[in-house]
């Protein structure tokens, strides 16, 4: 193998990204970031039929309920960027639903839980 097949097929891989991609840019953080989480919007019928094979796969993924953008990427072999943008465009085109991930519950108060604690102890010994 000569040198410059090997650099045919390194670029190969790239120039099959920005296929996949059709040439769009990353996604805002605040729009669709790693714990965004997805799934299939209702409905889908005949809409599906002009979508690309790597965006019918996502949107079966995401069919089963409702997956972080982290988890859909770990089921597949594409790259995180990538799944980000093609993510995007299915939710632009009105095949996804998002929905904000949980907000992390608040902190209890240690005062609080110390009370309850020193509570307990006079009641039970």
Not at 75 to 97: M, Y
Not at 108 to 121: F, N, P, R, S, T
Request: charged share 20%; proline share 6%.
């Amino acid at each position: 193998m000569t040198g410059s097949e090997e650099f045919e097929l390194e670029s190969a891989d790239l120039v099959r990204a920005y296929v996949i991609t059709k040439g769009r840019g990353l996604p805002d953080d605040q729009q669709l970031s790693l714990i965004t989480l997805l799934t299939a919007a209702p409905e889908q019928g005949q809409r599906t039929l002009h979508l690309s094979p790597e965006e019918q796969r996502l949107l079966d993924i995401c069919s089963a309920g409702y997956l972080s953008v982290a988890e859909i990427a770990g089921h597949t072999k594409l790259p995180l960027g990538v799944v980000r943008i093609v993510l995007a465009g299915l939710t632009e085109g009105g095949h996804l639903v998002t929905r904000p991930p949980v907000p992390r519950a608040r902190q209890a108060d240690k005062e609080i839980l110390l009370e309850v604690l020193h509570g307990l102890q006079a009641k039970f010994g």
